[in-house]
């Protein structure tokens, strides 16, 4: 199975490399970025019979490891 | 003092430690490999030092902080076992959840290289009792993560419970923006554990210790701790 994790800093984090890149592209006269913050994500290959199970195990992995969760927040899907 | 470095791939600074270490202690201390599950029998302090862990993939400290060698740290630290973490080690001390909060980039987004001031907070400690509260110390600082952050309610505990140890300041112990290099919360340095025997901060002390260094301000944080084993003894 395929899945995707996505790792964003949760809000109230200041995010300096999403600042950055926001000045980056009003200097590039990209009009209408109000905002960005960067995050990560993970396209992971998954061995399970189920979604369910898939999803736990992701979930493992998204707490144990790629998740800092004192400042970020996961998100697990399965396609 | 017989201490153990522990040693992950990517770390760069395990050989300044061992010879702080060394110097201040008189004795050799043992470096530690991450693959391995047990500390070295009759360790009383464990070092981790600075570097850059897996090259700082995933999050720095992120993947030390889950290696094998960690959980014997963990159960030192939970039997009251001293341990130090420098630079890298701090982060993978918070990664590892024995510290709170995290590091994040530094708000100005540079690698920061080059001496800062630190004022020392508390002399009760046995990390600091080399040193008098309120004194300022010139140490290094080589870091693009240092920005420490946690949540309000850890931040006020922290502060409540008077454990933020090392705080950046000016040479005359003012603390200001301008002198805090890396934006961290409340000019956070450094912070001690809930029981007070985990010391993470960001500066590299090791590298004060000899005159050739031109400063010996790092010498006092490892002076207390050879004479808190040795009363402790």
Known sequence: ?79 | MKSAVLVFPGINRERDMARALRLMSAREPKMVWHADTALPAETDLVVIPGGFSYGDYLRCGAIAARAPVMDAVRAFAQQGGLVLGVCNGFQILCEAGLLPGALMRNAQLRFICRDVFLRVERSDTPFTRGYNAGQVIRVPVAHGEGNYIADGETIARLEGEGRVIFRYSSPDGMIDPNWNHNGAMNAIAGILNERGNVLGLMPHPENHVEASMGCTDGRGLFAGLVEHLQAAA
């Open chain 1, 1 to 79: 199975m395929k899945a995707r994790v996505t790792v964003t800093l949760k809000s109230g984090i200041l995010d300096p490399q999403g600042k950055a890149i926001e000045g980056a592209l009003r200097s590039l006269g990209v009009r209408g970025v109000a905002s960005v913050r960067q995050g990560k994500v993970f396209d992971i290959e998954i061995e399970a019979t189920d979604r369910a199970g898939a999803e736990a195990a992701l979930k493992n992995a998204a707490e144990k490891l790629l998740a800092n969760t004192v400042i970020e927040n996961y998100r697990v899907e399965v396609t």
